[in-house]
């Protein structure tokens, strides 16, 4: 279930009864690479792995292309390349995913006012009140589709179902470029075939354990009483496994979910000891958290600096603010300070991160206490506008030319690309 290489896809007929299959799960296809294949139309139909070209890298996402090699994200790019040595590599751009995201959650957001995002490149939607005004379910997935492909160039794949876990496996094997409606009275057909690994809850240790009791499907689960399960994966688990097994899930969409944090780390190629280097790291990766605050309408009160060191001892250093900011400077300003008082100017640095934590809606050019934040913010607002038109990279601050020495990961937000 977890290989998203299109194998075994799924789709609906035309005359399929959607009337109970009001909540859809929206799922960006192959995002992160497809985002990258707009500006390289090229490569498209041909293996493509989007990570940092270098010896410590991971995947950050591959094509379907490269996925039938056996590749996937968060693979290390070493494996990658020696599984699929004819796919190319792309460097990622973390700006341009969050703006293209926007754009698909704004569609969203038109469609029903019931939306919960989940991550980057996936929402659940509430479409029970819609039929008044747009249509059935099918119809406003179609819409949704349609729009989406029409207005960004990139491809979404939906499921609709009575629950959202359902709708969630629909979506999965929908993919890719299709929409799979589950009927409520369907749930349990459609359900019980699969693989136990497709339950929310069942890892790599939990799968082992159910298959070495004879427990491969989730039919198999549904049909183990609920007293064997608990003694298999423990008291919650068990209830929890075999509640969905039956297509039992109670949560509804909730609309709006709001990130705890934000932040972008990177390891370096080699440990650094030069304060320098570690100093315009943080101003890089504080312009990036502040890009992507700003681009979903959040401010922040908790700086958080990440060091992890030659040795791969970790320390993390938190201060929180006066008042809440979206503004790259004054978070770098935060972040230097805390990096000045931990007194490892010298050490052997593998990792630097920069977060930022205590999250709220805001944003939107608001007036700030300090002086210098009205100069800092209208050369922000300039920098977003140049790099969402065209690309990240095109403006930057003149003291992070020529920086490319390390490899950027995602501490959030960030970590899959179905």
């Not at 500006?39 to 995947?59: C, N, T, Y």
């Not at 949704?144 to 009575?162: F, H, I, N, Q, Y």
């Not at 502040?290 to 600096?305: C, K, N, P």
Request: proline share 4%.
């Amino acid at each position: 279930m977890s290989k998203q290489d299109g194998s075994g896809r799924q789709v609906s007929a035309v005359d399929v009864d959607d009337s109970t299959a009001t909540v859809l799960h929206v799922d960006m296809d192959a995002f992160f690479a497809s985002v990258e294949l707009l500006e390289r139309p090229d490569l498209r139909g041909k293996p493509v792995i989007v990570a940092h070209d270098s010896a410590r890298s991971v995947v950050t996402a591959a094509t379907y292309e490269a996925r039938k090699f056996g590749v996937n994200s968060a693979m290390p790019l070493a494996i990658a390349k020696r599984r699929c040595p004819q796919a190319i590599v792309l460097e990622p751009h973390f700006d341009r995913y969050q703006h293209f995201s926007s754009m698909v959650m704004a569609i969203c957001d038109e469609l029903t006012p019931s939306v919960e995002r989940l991550g980057i490149d996936e929402a659940f939607l509430d479409v029970a009140g819609s039929r008044k005004h747009i249509g059935s379910p099918i119809t406003v997935a179609t819409i949704l589709r349609r729009r989406v492909l029409d207005e960004t160039g990139l491809v979404c794949s939906v499921g609709a179902a009575a629950t959202k876990f359902v709708a969630k496996l629909a979506s999965s094997k929908a993919k890719p470029d299709g929409l799979l409606v589950i009927p409520r009275d369907g749930t349990l057909d459609f359900l019980h075939p699969l693989p136990i690994s497709g339950l929310w809850g069942v890892g790599g240790k939990t799968e082992e354990a159910l298959t070495k009791h004879g427990i491969r499907t989730i039919g198999d689960l549904a049909h183990t009483p609920v007293t064997s399960l608990k003694h298999i994966v423990g008291e919650a688990g068990g209830s929890k496994l075999h509640d969905l097994a039956w297509g039992i899930d109670p949560r509804t969409v909730q609309p709006r979910a709001v990130e705890k944090s934000i932040g972008h780390e990177v390891t370096f190629e080699t440990d650094v000891t030069d304060p320098a280097i570690i100093r315009r790291e943080l101003l890089r990766l504080s312009g990036m958290v502040a890009v992507r605050l700003r681009g979903g309408g959040a401010v922040g009160r908790t700086v958080v600096l990440k060091l992890r060191f030659g040795d791969f001892t970790t320390i993390t250093r938190s201060r929180t603010l006066g008042e809440s900011t979206d503004l790259g400077r004054r978070i770098y300003d935060e972040v230097s300070e805390i990096y000045a008082q931990t007194g490892k100017q010298h050490a052997r640095v593998r990792l630097v991160g920069v977060r930022v934590e205590q999250l709220s809606e805001g944003g939107g050019g608001q007036m700030s206490l300090w002086d210098d934040d009205d100069s800092w913010r209208d050369a922000e607002d300039v920098m977003d506008a140049v790099s969402a038109r065209f690309g990240r990279g095109s403006v930057t601050q003149a003291s992070l030319l020529g920086n490319n020495r390390g490899r950027e990961s995602e501490a959030k937000g960030f970590a899959r690309d179905a």
